[in-house]
């Protein structure tokens, strides 16, 4: 068993990071995901692993420091929240049509705007369908606890590396702010073994010369190129998606929700249970790619399904994409940085699904 | 065993570290533990709560809407939590500034008057032991020498001669604690009603 701690969300990042290998971390403060900056600062991670800590001048010249390394095939992250994040898009763009890894963190506030500093879930649109310009997407990992905190900046550097693609880490002001039991993996060293015959580090007399660009001005070769992306998102939404499944057994009604209000829909259930309604929660892990035909198969076995988000409805659109009409989808969620109790949500499958 | 507990009271009275001890001397006896602040933008002499939450099974939401316990040090945190205990939950507070005690009788009130003890002591940083320990009287679901264990962890090396006027601290707010009856207190406080 690994080393056990109570930390908070944002620490766990940060220390998994590290003990992940992580080369070099870029980036600029910005509640409510401070502690990750300030953690990786208290570590003095310069002394520890060799891992390079920058605070950049500004959010857009810490993602173009992340597509400078990743050029080099150096593991390296970046971390904001909502506005920060939005600052961060035409650089995450441009690292996604370069094909380079890298893990990007969102510990999502309230919005539009400069929004709020409370939690929110209304960046989901934004981390899954793109956010820049440009047909790509991103790895997008959502966890619902602290442990999932630290296990998903490993999952996620194993994935951008695995496919050559941005990962994000889609979290939110509540796990990034409580603290909880978290069980550490062990490190492992920087530098590990990959395949590099694609890095930018100097071109040697045995080989080719290696570009790193996103700039295909011949139409012919743009499409190709983006037809070579589409070939790896369809890899990935056959192997890589990742759900739990709570109580989904016998379940009639079914809630459908990720990160911190999978959380509140846990409890939901259980109040549920005990006043004898078989509720279920699938909680989709991966929100890209998205667990599409999961959803489609609990459409077989449910009466309905009510979606929880803290926004005002975003994922609620991809799981009636895949329920595609067979059965009732509706929407329950709070935003602006309010949470819904475990009362409320079970109230709303009450009104919405079950009466409905 | 599943304890939903919510601390609250003003910023700097250590409300967040009362809850981050209590997480880690339950970790020492292998439970789960949430630990979920209220954070925003507050100022010093603000309020300030946490939902601690101590179960031997995974814990589901992290945020609560009623509580088995409710550990109370000002009048505003009173006010808002009083309604919020669960029927036959506990309400610990602290009688330190308190202008409208509880009046609920479906639960169980306790008051311990830490401030004033805390006075008395060393050094009054103390205070949120007295708390604690008050706690642990009436629910023993920590025992002491893991809470000690607790402080190990959680303090910085340079701070552990402290522990035992923590130590200390913590027993003496298992001697002060009080039940309390809510008619007793409204009889007594009442000017009108006693004559």
């Known amino acids: 068993m690994g080393e056990l701690r109570l930390m908070k969300g944002n620490e766990a990042i940060a220390e998994a990071a590290i003990r992940a290998g992580c080369d070099a971390y870029f980036g600029y403060p910005i509640t409510p995901q401070s502690e990750i900056i300030e953690y990786l600062a208290a570590e003095e991670t310069h002394k520890r692993t060799g891992m390079v800590l920058l605070q950049a001048e500004s959010e857009i010249a810490a993602i173009n420091m992340v597509y400078g390394a990743a050029s080099t095939g150096k593991k390296v992250m970046t971390s904001s929240s909502s506005p920060g994040i939005s600052l961060k898009q035409e650089g995450i763009s441009y690292i996604a049509g370069a094909e380079l890894p890298c893990l990007i963190v969102n510990v999502v506030r309230g919005g539009p705007g400069l929004g709020t500093i409370q939690p929110s879930q209304a960046d989901y649109f934004q981390a899954t369908k793109g956010g820049g310009h440009g047909d ?59 395949d590099q015959s694609w890095v930018i580090t100097g071109k040697t007399a045995d080989r080719e010369r290696n570009i790193i660009t996103s700039l295909h001005l011949e139409s012919a070769s743009m499409e190709k190129h983006n037809q070579e992306l589409q070939k790896k998102y369809i890899q990935m939404q056959e192997q890589e998606v990742r759900i739990e499944k709570i109580q989904c057994e016998d379940a009639e009604f079914l809630f459908v929700a990720y990160g911190s209000s999978a959380r509140i829909c846990q409890k939901a259930v259980d109040l549920a249970r005990a006043e004898g309604i078989k509720t279920g929660l699938l909680r989709p892990q991966t929100l890209f790619p998205f667990p599409t035909k999961e959803i489609e198969k609990m459409a077989g076995q449910v009466k309905g399904i009510l979606t929880v988000e803290l926004s005002m409805g975003q994922m609620v659109e991809d799981v009636r994409l895949a329920v595609n009409g067979k059965i009732k989808v509706e929407f329950y969620g709070r935003a602006g940085g309010m949470i819904p109790t475990p009362e409320e949500v079970l109230k709303a499958m009450k009104q919405k699904i079950i009466g409905g | 065993m599943t304890e939903e507990i919510i601390i609250a009271g003003f910023g700097g009275q250590g409300v967040l570290s009362m809850g981050k001890i209590l997480c880690y001397s339950s970790m020492m006896q292998n439970q789960e533990v949430s630990w979920m602040p209220s954070y925003g933008p507050e100022m010093r002499g603000g309020t300030a709560n946490v939902t601690v939450i101590i179960s031997d099974e995974k814990i589901s939401s992290p945020i609560l809407n009623s509580y088995d316990t409710a550990i109370i040090l000002n009048q505003q945190s009173l006010d808002k939590f009083e309604p919020k205990v669960k029927p036959a939950g506990t309400l610990i507070y602290d009688g330190n500034g308190i202008t409208r005690h509880p009046e609920r009788k479906d639960i169980k009130i306790y008051r311990v008057d830490a401030t004033k003890e805390a006075a008395k002591m060393d050094t009054v940083k103390v205070f949120n032991m007295i708390i604690l320990g008050a706690f642990l009287k009436i629910k023993p679901i920590v025992k002491l020498e893991n809470v000690i264990k607790g402080l190990k962890k959680s303090l910085p090396k340079r701070y552990h001669h402290l522990i035992p006027l923590n130590q200390k601290a913590l027993e003496r707010g298992m001697e002060i604690v009080k039940n309390i009856i809510p008619d007793k207190i409204i009889k007594t406080s009442s000017f009108k009603k006693a004559i």
Do not use: C, W
């Open chain 1, 136 to 194: 790509y997407r991103l790895i997008v990992l959502a966890p619902a606890s602290v442990q999932e905190m630290s296990d998903f900046v490993k999952l996620a550097f194993d994935l951008a590396f695995k496919y050559r693609n941005p990962a994000m880490i889609l979290s939110d002001g509540m796990i990034g702010q409580m603290m909880e039991k978290v069980e550490l993996f062990d490190p492992v060293p920087r530098n590990t073994e990959f």
